[in-house]
């Protein structure tokens, strides 16, 4: 995938420097800033992710907790009624 990024890139380049007369340098270089940009969106999402997942299973212990809550109440209002 990224080799078909880059070689777009250069496509795109060629394209942009014939219709503009200004110029876009691809370079190995190029590709390497591509893979590590890759890579830090890569763990940014992960992190975003896991504070996700984290907040969802907080949620769900609190509704866990209240379930429970509730049964012990219904209980006791049923054995304080006559």
Do not use: C, W
Not at 9 to 35: D, G
Not at 48 to 67: F, H, P, T, W
């Amino acid at each position: 995938m990224f080799k078909n990024i880059h070689k777009s890139v250069e496509r795109y380049s060629i394209r942009f420097t014939n219709e503009l007369k200004r110029y876009n340098y691809v370079t190995p270089t190029s590709y390497l800033e591509l893979l590590s940009l890759y890579k830090t969106i890569l763990q940014q999402k992960r992190i975003e992710l896991s504070k996700q997942v984290e907040r969802l299973r907080g949620g769900l212990d609190k509704l866990n907790g209240a379930n429970t809550a509730v049964e012990e109440m219904k209980i006791t209002l049923t054995d304080m009624q006559p």
